[in-house]
């Protein structure tokens, strides 16, 4: 079975520009979460979508959105990039419908440069 | 509020040395799941267990075992005769009844296994 897929895997923008990232998750899964890594940071959860519908969101600006389509896809969306958003952004897929208990499978992950 | 705190940023070993590496964390929840990962050089997570908050047997898998203590709120994970193969960045987690699949994430331990 094919592992989640996250496309592109790496993408150089500049300030005030917006980007999409896509992520396909493992056949059969419903649920997709993203998360945001940053030295910094470390690692921080982003949302979580369930059937089309956000179920969970991080402590994000506005800026932060995403969506799921009926296969189970998702894509997030940053609109005017800063540069504190150069960071690799995570996704990750799980079998059930989203819950604490689930065993979530990552990504390779998408690598953003904001220049 | 909710934290998991993995306070080994760096270990270095030689090939066939015994590694534990620590993790505590903190909720006020009775019902939770811990989790640890590791991150290769790649980037993408790869999971390696998951333990219920019920469940305080350990595990062992291989080379790798895992000790999770309720009274000390720590979940420790130990590789025996580690290898150069091991070297990676590990990261604890943690996820709460009430806030579905968002992990919560430690800062990680970035292992180096020396030949």
């Known amino acids: 079975k094919a592992g989640v897929t996250q496309t592109p895997r790496y993408l150089i923008k500049t300030r005030g520009q917006q980007v999409t990232l896509s992520c396909s998750p493992i056949?059969?899964?419903?649920?997709v979460s993203w998360y945001q890594q940053t030295p910094g940071q470390g690692l921080q959860f982003l949302f979580e979508y369930f059937s089309e519908t956000q179920r969970n969101k991080g402590n994000f600006p506005g800026r932060f959105s995403g969506r799921q389509f009926s296969n189970s896809r998702s894509e997030m969306n940053v609109s005017t990039l800063e540069l504190g958003d150069s960071a690799l952004y995570l996704c990750a897929s799980s079998a059930g419908t989203g819950g604490y208990q689930e065993t979530q499978y990552f990504g390779p992950g998408t690598r953003l440069l904001v220049l | 509020a909710q934290k998991v705190t993995q306070a080994q940023t760096e270990i270095s070993v030689v090939e066939k040395e015994d590694v534990t590496l620590d993790c505590v964390y903190e909720t006020r929840d009775t019902t939770y799941y811990l989790f640890w990962y590791k991150q290769p050089p790649s980037g993408e997570l790869v999971f390696l267990i998951r333990r219920n908050s019920f469940d305080e047997q350990n595990e062992i898998s291989g080379r790798y075992s895992w000790n999770f203590q309720k009274s000390t709120s720590s979940f420790n994970f130990t590789i025996t005769a580690s290898q150069v193969v091991d070297s990676a960045v590990y990261f604890c987690a943690l996820t709460l009844y009430n806030q579905g699949g968002k992990l919560i994430f430690g800062q990680g331990t970035e292992l180096s296994v020396k030949p």
């Open positions: 056949s059969g899964h419903r649920s």
